[in-house]
């Protein structure tokens, strides 16, 4: 195994291991898009994305150039009260924690939920690819919101209602520390 990616990506604490692993993987371009598929000689019929079915599908594409993210990030921005989400790569979407002005809770949370979105369409991906089922933009809005909420509650302490965090209220802690 190559591990010398390994430390390129950011685990985040919060949220399970699958979607981290997931993560982790998709930096790497392991996991197994048409694009990558057809780099080890697998003979594919169709290499379009199912999403958009406009351009090859590999994992900037999926997750950053496509329309349907595109449209789901814009959401997602508005969501989270940050500037507009524009990336152009896998890499980009996970560092944009950095750049949109978050901190603290918020911060760590929005990270999580950079994975959880990618995760989701990743999933609405191959729900399309094999069973047919097309992706739905409120799917999986709703989707993320929901799962986001179940695994901070569980995992970041997050002290906010589901309510709350549909308006992307999070509150930095019960107890903060005074210094
Ligand atoms: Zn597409």
Same mark, same amino acid.
């Given at each position: ?14 949220? &399970? ?8 993987? !998709?930096?790497?371009?392991?996991? &197994? ?29 999926? /997750?950053?150039?496509?329309? /349907? ?13 940050? &500037? ?45 690819? /094999? ?17 986001? /909420?179940?695994?901070?509650? +569980?995992? !970041?302490?997050?002290?906010? +209602? ?8 999070? !509150?930095?802690?019960?107890? &903060?520390?005074?210094?």
């Amino acid at each position: 195994m190559d591990f010398s990616n390994l430390n390129a990506f950011e685990w985040c604490s919060w949220i &399970p291991n699958k979607c981290n692993i997931f993560g982790w993987r !998709a930096e790497m371009g392991r996991i &197994p898009t048409a694009s990558a598929l057809r780099k080890r000689n697998i003979q594919i019929a169709d290499s379009l994305c199912v999403l958009c079915e406009s351009a090859e599908e590999n994992v900037d594409h999926l /997750f950053s150039g496509c329309i /349907f993210a595109s449209r789901l990030w814009q959401h997602i921005s508005t969501w989270c009260k940050v &500037p507009n989400i524009f990336v152009f790569s896998f890499k980009d979407l996970l560092d944009l924690h950095n750049f949109v002005g978050l901190s603290g809770k918020k911060k760590e949370i929005f990270y999580g939920l950079m994975i959880i979105v990618c995760w989701c369409i990743w999933r609405a991906r191959n729900s399309f690819k /094999f069973q047919n089922k097309k992706a739905r933009m409120e799917g999986i809005i709703g989707e993320v919101k929901v799962l986001g /909420f179940l695994w901070a509650k +569980s995992r !970041a302490k997050l002290h906010n +209602s589901l309510d709350q965090f549909k308006t992307f209220t999070i !509150a930095e802690s019960e107890h &903060p520390v005074s210094e």
